[in-house]
């Protein structure tokens, strides 16, 4: 036990077991209460920091809820046009090639208005990181069906439920990616327990190596919840993502280099 | 260094004039009648030269989406197509004027609407000129009648691009991109090794991180940016303005004409003179900005205006404009890819402006 009077001593930048990293800023986020964006945006800053990628990062953002992750991440960021990040990335990488490029996309970004982007950029390999943040809904626009949206599910444009007879399936875009030549390492996590952030993590640091050694494209899908969208508490849509969603998106590496 | 000078294509002039200018990137995708663009940089093969990126895109979207991408961080970077892959690449035109990102496009224009032909037409005016995309913006719009001017309108083009950090387009068609004529081909030119304090290549702890977007949410923020816009196309439109005339000093009509339609109406010309007619032709090389304020002089001196193009009648609006009902202005024109004749046009002027 420390004595009060030794409190102050304690408190010292170098004894804080966490701290926010530089690369986040102090902008309030614009993000709903028990959202996963803030939890990746932070993750994702942390390993851009750890690995002093600061100066080298461009990253894409999409259209969608995270639109505004330049106001949030401390580094050069374009704002792509609502499913053409991977296109527009692919561009910033092959002109520099030895900045660490990644795109950070929804599901209606990345799996239904941009999804030829999607593949091809996987297909040529191009040696970007891809960050999927997949919620089953549209956020931004007001909770609308995705191409995610499970069978069942309802939303403001499937009020009565998906019905895959006449909405289609949900489309499962990290398989689909695994499957192609060109990408390189394929997984799906999530960011809704400690040990999920942790594994998260771990993903988006080792996509971070493989970019470097020039590998290929390299597809990170974070299942992720929207208690506004879902209409749910945080804890509520945390406990129905791990019941409903993880069983037709379950976690896991889909495609793992051989070194 | 001299000029080297070759017998080359339109399309192909484009292609090596983009090389020797020190171009970073072109991201393109087939149609007929530019292939050879994407075709001949291809085989040149700059990557293994100049360092110059060649990528076929999975489509017109994507391509001028990358164009986005390199432009954003400051690179030279262009793409091609022809009328319904520029359709496609609309949206992409409107954030990269949006997010203000310094680019050439190149437009072999062809018969439409729709699938429309391949064949050459000037159909593509209105959405070159006056917008395409969604928004209040304009593209500098530069119109070669000659494949001399396929090579030299790429240097320039960038040059304007950069100097107003604003899309460039060369609106070419069918018939020059084609055509085979000889060509001057300026010397080879280092690309730039320093980037824009604009461009996302890196954040540096010396400035502030760098964004490109054309987003803001703010609906005072947005218009003020949207006032800068039309203050750029002010300046553009007052000092950026580029014609040629032919043989409209002592001209009692006259005739409006680019690209393909005013190398038809040179010939025009002569043919009239010869027939004793005084007719001069007034050729806008930038269509936007468009030579307003020459062809409003002209107006007072001539008796009457046909307007040339091969389209239904679209750039006759400017010209409409411009002369502000001072004498008569008539289109005529083609459409569908069939160029005009030189004797069709003088037909036309006599029947439809000096009225026998």
Redesign the interface.
Known sequence: MVEASGIKEIIKPENLAYRKTQILTDNTLSYCPGCAHGTIHRILAEIIDEEGL?????G?SPVGCS??M?NYI????????HG?AP??????K???PD?FVFTYQGDGDLAAIGT??TI?ACNRGENILIIFVNNGIYGMTGGQMAPTTLPGMKSSTSPYGRDVKTMGNPLKMTDIVATLEGSYYVTRQSVHTPANVRKTKKAIRKAVQYQKLDRGTCFIEIVANCPSGWKMTPVQSNKWMEETMFPYYPLGDLKTPVE | MEKELRLMKGNEAVAEAAIRAGT??Y?GYPITPQSEILEYLMEANPSQTTGM?V?Q???E???I??????A??G?R?MTSSSSPGISLKQ??IS?IAG?ELPCLIVNVVRGGPGLGTIQPAQSDYFQSVKGGGHGDYHLIVLAPSSVQEMADFVDIGFELAFKYRNPVMILSDGAIGQMMEKVYLSPQKERSKVSPDWA??????TRE???????DLDSNCQEVFNLKLQAKYDEIKEKEVRFEEFLCEDAEYLLVAYGTSARVCQKSVQLAREQGIKVGLLRPITLFPFPTKRINMLAQQVKGILSVEMSAGQMVEDVLLAVNGKVPVIHFGRMGGIVTTPEEVVENLKFKIIGD
Do not use: P, W
């Open positions: 600061q100066s080298q990062t461009i894409v639109v505004l330049y401390d580094v050069d960021i374009q704002q792509a046009a053409r296109a527009v990335a692919t561009a910033i092959r002109l520099l900045r030829a982007e091809h | 970073d990137g991201f990126v990528l895109a999975e489509s979207v994507a391509a989406n990358m164009v986005y991408g390199g954003g961080c690179k970077v949206e992409g954030y997010a996302t290549t890196g954040k540096q702890s991180r760098n964004i490109i977007t054309s987003l």
